[in-house]
């Protein structure tokens, strides 16, 4: 499968697969164990990302892949090819943890530094945004996809999302730079699906990330009619290998 627009949805079947295998075990007690990073990692983790790795090489056996939890264990590779896949099988873990419901299954597609397909898959509450024809459709629990698109920045109404550990002060300057309304508190990579279908209109992001936490909603995103930048505007580039695939500041935006 060569075409870029319908890649989309074959990442949104493994993320949904993977969100099945994950639902499960959520709530369920698992035991928590540390990286090396001082991040939390679960069976969930472990099980989703084996359970994708195992269908991307059986989908796209040329296409290399870059993954959280072995990119954790084995370190990132010193270099890569214009073409990859980056995966984060379960991002929000801390949320997880918690038994929150905000956290997602992740799957982009990067080609010369830009996510150009993607999916993003949220087991509690069966919803899955991925691109597809030069769009984003959306489906819940096997339901049919119906088209999402980002909104009209609404003024006096404007929601920002932010992280649930931000303190007020911080959020007083975020308010000041970015003229924003109501501030959300949520967790994982579903902050840029929600900016995606326009139930959100921006997020800054003005602390640091991988680039498989946010490849595949980055795709979505753009996909829906929205950006993702640097906060100086410029666009932000993947496959920093040199960096070991870390990224700086952004900030997403709706329409």
């Not at 801390?94 to 992740?106: E, I, P, Q, W």
């Amino acid at each position: 499968m060569s075409d870029d627009n319908d890649i989309g949805e074959v990442l949104a079947e493994i993320c949904e697969a993977a969100a099945a295998l994950i639902l499960p075990l959520w709530r369920s007690g698992l035991a928590v164990t540390t990286k090396a990073d001082e991040s939390p990692v679960t069976e969930a983790d472990q099980r989703g990302e084996t359970l994708i790795l195992e269908h991307l090489a059986r989908r796209f056996p040329d296409i290399p892949v870059i993954s959280e939890e072995d990119a954790s264990e084995f370190g990132t590779p010193d270099a890569i090819g214009p073409r990859f896949f980056l995966v984060d099988p379960l991002d929000g873990t801390k949320a997880f943890v918690r038994g929150d419901l905000n956290f997602t299954v992740n799957i982009g597609l990067i080609q010369d530094g830009r996510p150009v397909a993607g999916a993003v898959s949220a087991p509690p509450s069966g919803e899955t945004w991925f691109t597809h024809g030069g769009g984003v459709l959306k489906r819940a629990n096997g339901g049919p996809a119906a088209p999402v698109r980002v909104r009209p920045w609404p003024k006096g109404e404007a929601i920002c999302l932010i992280s649930h550990t931000m303190k007020e002060e911080a959020i007083a300057k975020l308010v000041a730079e970015y003229g924003f309304d109501h501030p959300l508190a949520m967790d994982s990579s579903i902050k840029l699906c929600r900016l995606a279908e326009g139930s959100a209109d921006i997020y800054p992001r003005h602390g640091p990330t991988m680039e498989w936490d946010v490849a595949a909603g980055h795709a979505v995103l753009e996909a829906a009619g929205g950006s993702f930048k640097t906060p100086e505007g410029e666009p932000f580039g993947y496959g920093k290998a040199n960096a070991g695939f870390r990224n700086g500041w952004f900030v997403a935006r709706g329409g």
